[in-house]
T-cell receptor, first 117, second 112 residues
């Protein structure tokens, strides 16, 4: 299957700082990317959907000014957690698909474990 | 909200078939059923998807009922490495933008 790479896999940051997570599609053009957050023993929660070259669509309850998403190219999307606090500690996962087609599978990155201290 | 419901957990003996059910009674005509699995602390892995016909690949088979209100994922010969949380997802088309919304999934434990 297609490869989606996330970086970093783990990050520890101080409260109040910002953290950027990168999501790259390595062997296909990702027209749509999804960002998820997963707390321990819970399912993945969709945070936002981004289409290349346009603004991300955020799910209800997700602060767009806190979780900045950029999808400027067909192979890269970034999620920046601004002014991180301990409650932002979570497992963040991206997913990418190569067209806006319900008959196309999305592939997932390996996730980023964020710990805010 | 997810459009699917699954049992919270299931057990299966190694070497036997694992049959994981999923209900999606509100599925629309153009929405596909996807199955992913997640092994602890990793990103989800794609397994299979389908619209209305049964599908089979090297990992699993997907059986979709004729009314499309439910489906079953079949792992024909489960191994210990198949222990994971299995998610059944209806890929939703919302006004030209599509979403992949996860429910709670089924935790499958394959026992030796």
């Amino acid at each position: 299957g297609a490869v989606v790479s996330q970086h970093p896999s783990r990050v520890i940051c101080k409260s109040g700082t910002s953290v950027k997570i990168e999501c790259r599609s390595l062997d296909f053009q990702a027209t749509t990317m999804f960002w998820y957050r997963q707390f321990p023993k819970q399912s993945l929660m969709l945070m936002a959907t981004s289409n290349e070259g346009s603004k991300a669509t955020y799910e209800q309850g997700v602060e767009k000014d806190k979780f900045l998403i950029n999808h400027a190219s067909l192979t890269l999307s970034t999620l920046t957690v601004t002014s991180a606090h301990p409650e932002d500690s979570s497992f963040y996962i991206c997913s990418a698909t190569n067209r806006r087609d319900l008959n196309t599978e999305a592939f997932f990155g390996q996730g980023t474990r964020l710990t805010v201290v | 909200d997810a459009k699917t419901t699954q049992p919270t957990s299931m057990d299966c003996a190694e070497g036997r078939a694992a049959n994981l059910p999923c209900n999606h009674s509100t599925i629309s005509g153009n929405e596909y059923v996807y199955w992913y699995r997640q092994i602890h602390s990793q990103g989800p892995q794609y397994i299979i998807h389908g619209l209305k016909n049964n599908e089979t690949n090297e990992m699993a088979s997907l059986i979709i009922t004729e009314d499309r209100k439910s489906s079953t994922l079949i792992l024909p010969h489960a191994t210990l490495r198949d222990t994971a949380v299995y998610y059944c997802i209806v890929r939703v088309d919302q006004g030209g933008s599509e979403k992949l919304v996860f429910g709670k999934g089924t935790k499958l434990t394959v026992n030796p």
